[in-house]
C-alpha cells in the first residue's frame, strides 16, 4: 500500500484483475517547465453507473517522465490516486522540467502498465523558436463515423493538439443519424447526469484512434455545446427542461474527469475556469475561449434569421470578465501570432443573397457587437498578426476577418480557419475550393469544402501555412487523409493567400484488410515492446 493511500475495509479484497487502463493515456496544457498527465481506471468503460466497472475504492497509480521512449532516463517520477469519487481518474501536474523539450510518460496500476505518451514542453519566455507544428480538430460524433482522423493526424506527428469542441454527443442511438445511416451505436440514454456523462466520455476514450491522437501530443482543449445539451447559452437549455443547473454540474464534472486540464480548471457546482491562456514561447499565444457559459441566449429563437437582437451592443457571446480579459491580453502580447481558440463561426456568413442578412443567431453573427468589441480590440492593440481558429459547422473554411463586412474593399485585419468534424455528418461531400454559393456574396469567405478532416499548421516567425487535411469517408477504418487545400498567412500581412490544393479527392486506396486494422490498433499509442525498454521495477528516478 503507498502511504496515505487508504480503502475501506470491505473493499480490500478487490483487486483489478484485467487492464484498468482501456481508456488510455493525455497530455496537456504545457507550460515551459511542464504539463498535465491525465489516464483513468476502466475495466468495463460503458457500465451503466459510469464508474467504469471499478470497485469503490482508491488505487495507487504511478506515473513516469522519461527524455526517451525507451525510458532510460527517468526525470520525474511519483505516485497519484485514483478514486471513486472521481470516476477513477488522475490529473499529475509535472513540474520542474527543461523549457522546449520532448518528453515521454506512462502509467502504471495494480500490475499494468500503459503504452508511452509523448508530450512537450512550452517553450521558454523570452524565446521564438524557429517552428510549431500544431493541429486544431472538432466535432467527432462516435456514430457517424469511425474516427480515422484522430489517426490520420497522429501519424502527422504535431506537436500541440486543440480540440475545439464537441469532443462528445449527447444522444441516445437513432437520435442522430448521418445520411446513409450510423456505423455504430452510442450506449446508454441521453446524457443528463453524471453516470450518463461519464458512461459516453468512457465509450469515446475507449476508441484506438482517439487514443493515438492524445498520445501523440500535448492538448489543449474547450468545450463547444454537446458536451453538455445542443446549443446551450450559460444556464439556459435549447429546449425548456427542468433540473438543467444540475445536469450543467454533471457535465462539467465529468469533462475535467477525462481531459487532461489543470486543476484551476476544476470545477466548482454550474462553473468551471476553462478561458485560458498558454504561450508558445514570443512565437505565438494561444487565448483559449469559452463562448458557451457566459454568453446571451440565441437571438430570435436561434436558428438562420435576420434578427435586431443580433446587432444589440448590450448583448455578448463571451461575457464581460472574459472580454476583458481577452483585450487586455492583445494589449500585453508580445507574440508574433495571437492565435483565439474558439467554438463557432467568427466571420460574417449571410445566407441570403438579397438584402436581408440572414445569419446564424448561434456564431459571432449573432452577437455582432461582442465580435467588433473584440476585432476592434486586436486592431487597437496594434497585435501583429490575428488568427482565430473555429470549430462547429461540420466543414472546412478559410476567411479573411474585417471590421466591416458589409465593404468588400474593406482591408482584412485578421484571419479564420475553420476544421471540418472528424466525423460528425458523415462522409460529407467533395467540392471546388470556391464552390460554395455564399462566397458569390460573402467575398471575404475564401475557401469551403464539406469532406471530414482536420487543419494542420506550420507556424513559423515568417508565416502560418495551414494544410486542409480531409477523408473520402468516415466509413472506412483504412481511408487516407489528403491536403485538400492549403492556406498561407505572411507575417504583418493579414488575409490568406491560396499557396496549393488537390483538385478533386484522389481515389481509395485497396482494402488493407482485417490484420492491417489490428496491426493499426495495435500501434495506437508511441508503445515501445523493445528488449531495450527499461522495466519499470529497475527504473531509479
Same mark, same amino acid.
Given at each position: *500500500?503507498?502511504?496515505?493511500l ?9 483487486p483489478?484483475?484485467q487492464?484498468?487502463?482501456t481508456l ?8 515551459? &517547465?511542464?504539463?498535465v ?5 476502466a475495466? #468495463?468503460?460503458? +457500465? ?7 470497485p469503490?475504492?482508491?488505487? =495507487? ?16 517520477a511519483g505516485?497519484?490516486v485514483a478514486?471513486? %469519487?472521481h470516476?477513477?481518474?488522475v490529473h499529475?501536474?509535472v ?6 523539450r520532448?518528453?515521454? /510518460? $506512462?502509467?502504471?496500476s ?5 503504452a508511452v505518451g ?7 519566455r ?5 517552428e ?11 456514430e ?5 482522423a484522430?489517426r490520420?493526424?497522429?501519424? #502527422?506527428?504535431?506537436?500541440l493538439v ?6 462528445q454527443?449527447?444522444?441516445?442511438k437513432?437520435?442522430y ?6 456505423v ?7 446524457t443528463? #447526469? ?14 484506438p484512434?482517439l487514443? +493515438? ?10 468545450w ?5 445539451d445542443?446549443?446551450?447559452?450559460d ?8 433540473g438543467?443547473?444540475?445536469?450543467r +454540474?454533471a457535465?462539467?464534472?465529468?469533462y475535467?474527469?477525462?481531459m ?5 480548471s476544476?470545477?466548482r ?5 476553462l478561458?485560458? $491562456? ?6 505565438a ?10 454568453r ?5 429563437g ?7 437582437a443580433a ?5 455578448s457571446i463571451t461575457?464581460?470578465r ?13 507574440a508574433?501570432? #495571437?492565435?483565439?481558440? !474558439?467554438q463557432?463561426?467568427?466571420?460574417q456568413?449571410?445566407?441570403? !443573397? ?6 446564424? *443567431?448561434?456564431?459571432? &453573427?449573432?452577437y ?5 468589441r473584440?476585432?476592434?480590440g486586436?486592431?487597437?492593440? $496594434? ?8 470549430g462547429?459547422?461540420? =466543414?472546412?473554411?478559410a476567411?479573411?476577418l474585417k471590421?466591416?463586412?458589409? &465593404? ?9 480557419l ?7 455528418g ?8 470556391t464552390?460554395h ?6 467575398p ?9 478532416g /482536420? ?6 516567425r515568417e508565416s502560418?501555412v ?9 466509413r472506412?477504418?483504412?481511408?487516407q487523409?489528403f491536403t485538400?487545400a !492549403?492556406?498561407?498567412? %505572411?507575417?504583418?500581412k493579414?488575409?490568406?493567400h ?20 489490428r496491426s493499426r ?12 525498454t527499461? +522495466?519499470?521495477e529497475?527504473?531509479?528516478?
Amino acid at each position: *500500500m503507498v502511504a496515505g493511500l487508504t480503502a475501506p475495509a470491505t473493499a480490500a479484497a478487490t483487486p483489478v484483475r484485467q487492464d484498468p487502463f482501456t481508456l488510455g493515456i493525455a497530455s496537456g496544457d504545457p507550460w515551459p &517547465d511542464g504539463f498535465v498527465l491525465w489516464t483513468r481506471l476502466a475495466v #468495463d468503460p460503458t +457500465a451503466p453507473d459510469g464508474h467504469g466497472g471499478m470497485p469503490n475504492r482508491a488505487y =495507487a497509480v504511478q506515473w513516469q517522465v522519461a527524455t526517451d521512449r525507451r525510458f532510460h532516463h527517468v526525470v520525474r517520477a511519483g505516485v497519484a490516486v485514483a478514486r471513486p %469519487e472521481h470516476a477513477h481518474s488522475v490529473h499529475v501536474t509535472v513540474q520542474g522540467l527543461h523549457a522546449g523539450r520532448e518528453y515521454y /510518460y $506512462r502509467f502504471r496500476s495494480e500490475g499494468y502498465v500503459t503504452a508511452v505518451g509523448r508530450t512537450l514542453t512550452a517553450p521558454a519566455r523570452g524565446t521564438t523558436p524557429r517552428e510549431l507544428s500544431m493541429s486544431f480538430v472538432s466535432c467527432s460524433q462516435f456514430e457517424h463515423g469511425y474516427f480515422t482522423a484522430y489517426r490520420r493526424l497522429a501519424e #502527422d506527428r504535431p506537436d500541440l493538439v486543440l480540440h475545439l469542441g464537441d469532443y462528445q454527443y449527447e444522444y441516445t442511438k437513432n437520435t442522430y443519424v448521418a445520411p446513409g445511416g450510423n456505423v455504430r451505436d452510442h450506449d446508454g440514454p441521453e446524457t443528463t #447526469d453524471l453516470a450518463s456523462y461519464r458512461q459516453r466520455h468512457a465509450q469515446y476514450k475507449s476508441d484506438p484512434d482517439l487514443q +493515438a491522437a492524445h498520445a501523440v501530443a500535448p492538448w489543449l482543449v474547450v468545450w463547444d455545446d454537446h458536451e453538455l445539451d445542443n446549443n446551450w447559452a450559460d444556464e439556459i437549455p435549447e429546449k425548456p427542461e427542468d433540473g438543467f443547473l444540475d445536469r450543467r +454540474a454533471a457535465a462539467f464534472q465529468a469533462y475535467y474527469e477525462n481531459m487532461p486540464l489543470r486543476a484551476s480548471s476544476k470545477p466548482r457546482g454550474i462553473d468551471m475556469q476553462l478561458f485560458r $491562456r498558454v504561450k508558445w514561447g514570443e512565437l505565438a499565444t494561444f487565448h483559449m475561449l469559452d463562448t458557451r457559459q457566459y454568453r446571451d441566449d440565441q437571438g430570435c429563437g436561434d436558428g438562420y434569421k435576420d434578427c435586431p437582437a443580433a446587432v444589440d451592443p448590450k448583448r455578448s457571446i463571451t461575457g464581460e470578465r472574459q472580454e476583458k480579459w481577452l483585450i487586455d491580453g492583445f494589449r500585453r502580447s508580445e507574440a508574433r501570432w #495571437d492565435i483565439l481558440g !474558439q467554438q463557432v463561426f467568427f466571420a460574417q456568413r449571410d445566407n441570403n !443573397q438579397g438584402p436581408l442578412k440572414v445569419t446564424s *443567431m448561434d456564431s459571432w &453573427d449573432g452577437y455582432v457587437a461582442s465580435r467588433d468589441r473584440i476585432t476592434r480590440g486586436w486592431v487597437d492593440a $496594434r497585435v501583429r498578426n490575428a488568427v482565430v481558429l473555429t470549430g462547429d459547422v461540420h =466543414a472546412h473554411w478559410a476567411s479573411d476577418l474585417k471590421l466591416n463586412y458589409d &465593404d468588400p474593399a474593406a482591408p482584412a485585419v485578421g484571419s479564420e480557419l475553420v476544421c471540418s468534424s472528424i466525423s460528425t455528418g458523415g462522409d460529407g461531400a467533395d467540392s471546388g475550393t470556391t464552390a460554395h454559393p455564399w462566397l458569390t456574396w460573402n467575398p471575404h469567405l475564401r475557401f469551403q469544402n464539406n469532406l471530414r478532416g /482536420y487543419v494542420n499548421t506550420t507556424i513559423t516567425r515568417e508565416s502560418m501555412v495551414a494544410d486542409f487535411r480531409t477523408l473520402r469517408t468516415v466509413r472506412d477504418h483504412e481511408a487516407q487523409a489528403f491536403t485538400r487545400a !492549403q492556406f498561407t498567412i %505572411e507575417d504583418r500581412k493579414p488575409g490568406l493567400h491560396l499557396t496549393g490544393e488537390t483538385p478533386q479527392a484522389p481515389a481509395p486506396l485497396a482494402a488493407a484488410g482485417s490484420d492491417a486494422v489490428r496491426s493499426r490498433a495495435a500501434t495506437a499509442a508511441t508503445a515501445s515492446s523493445s528488449d531495450d525498454t527499461v +522495466a519499470w521495477e529497475t527504473v531509479r528516478p
